[in-house]
């Protein structure tokens, strides 16, 4: 962070929508800092649970090269 290169967050979480969510929410609008689009992939199962979609990588990095978040960030999986 220090030298201001972008760095890419691809989450992978059981815990995103409970306690963790906070402190996702605190990294969010954070410089240099761009996130894999993340959803929640069986909200049944797992009401919790965020996952990113590693397909969207190199857009994201793309992105991030850029100074842009790639978007929408929250997805429907």
């Known amino acids: 962070m ?23 929410g605190h990294v969010m609008p954070n410089q240099n800092i ?20 590693l397909t969207l990588v190199p857009d994201t990095l793309k992105f991030a090269l850029d100074g842009k978040q790639i978007q929408p960030v929250l997805i429907k999986y």
């Open 2 to 24: 220090r030298n201001g290169k972008p760095i890419i967050l691809a989450i992978s979480t059981n815990d995103g929508l409970g306690l963790n969510l906070e402190n996702i």
């Open 34 to 53: 761009y996130f894999v689009p993340f959803g929640q992939d069986n909200a049944v199962a797992k009401p919790y649970s965020l996952v990113a979609d």
